[in-house]
């Protein structure tokens, strides 16, 4: 079946550590998104990339780094400059930029600190 | 810029009860209009959508109609499961957007048996 693969599904960071959160996709999207939730929030754009090689910053892109060297992978790093990381952290693919194009979400990463 | 306004929760119904979400959408150019769907512990599920004006989006026995107008996108549906319980968000994206989606806070729903 074809879809979007997050993992780990849960993730601790020590302080002053970087890690990164891993994104696939099967779909033969060029798009692909992050966004971090917050409880009780709506969704806010960290990263995205509309082809491979490319990528621009989202609304919080400040801590957070991001590569896309296959079309099928998206890694988000969380930088030890995020000062405030603990949050659910989702990712998306869709086939284009196009704006009636919808979104597919992978089932998310919870980072938290220790 | 964008922005989506959707009704504050959390909403709590009983079994088979009619349920109305609002949502309203601020935009510049013509946007197209999602309700997504997140279980708990979950990635989003696209529920419905509706990309140009009077349209109407239907799933699961979930519907939205795109009202210009008025600017709003109110999810509705006639008998809430138990099943239905999860955070519902309503999206706007609009046309040569490079950033696609702009999320309303999300609603959530809870029914009781």
């Known amino acids: 079946d074809g879809g979007i693969t997050q993992s780990p599904k849960y993730l601790f960071r020590k302080e002053g550590q970087n890690v990164t959160l891993s994104c696939e996709q099967n779909?033969?999207?060029?798009?692909m998104y992050w966004y971090r939730q917050d409880p009780g929030q709506g969704l806010r754009l960290i990263y995205y990339s509309q082809i491979v090689n490319d990528f621009q910053k989202g609304d919080i892109a400040e801590g957070y780094s991001v590569s896309r060297e296959k079309k099928e992978s998206f890694p988000l790093t969380v930088t030890s400059a995020q000062k405030n990381p603990t949050a659910f952290y989702l990712c998306?693919?869709?086939?284009?930029?196009?704006?009636?194009?919808?979104?597919?979400f992978g089932d998310g990463t919870r980072l938290s600190i220790l | 810029g964008n922005s989506v306004t959707q009704m504050e929760g959390p909403v709590t119904l009983s079994e088979e009860a009619f349920l109305t979400i609002n949502c309203t959408y601020t935009?510049?150019?013509?946007?197209?209009l999602f309700w997504y769907v997140q279980y708990p512990g979950e990635g989003l599920q696209l529920l419905l959508k509706?990309?140009?004006?009077?349209d109407k989006g239907s799933n699961k026995g979930f519907e939205a109609t795109y009202r210009k107008e008025t600017t709003s996108f109110h999810l509705e549906k006639g008998s809430v499961q138990v099943s239905d319980s999860a955070v519902y968000f309503c999206?706007?994206?609009?046309?040569?957007?490079?950033?696609?989606?702009?999320f309303g806070s999300g609603t959530q729903l809870t029914v009781l048996p």
């Open positions: 779909l033969n999207h060029d798009a």
């Open positions: 935009a510049t150019g013509y946007p197209s």
């Open positions: 999206a706007l994206s609009t046309p040569g957007s490079a950033r696609q989606l702009t």
């Open positions: 509706a990309t140009k004006a009077d």
């Open positions: 998306a693919s869709s086939q284009s930029i196009s704006s009636n194009q919808p979104q597919h």
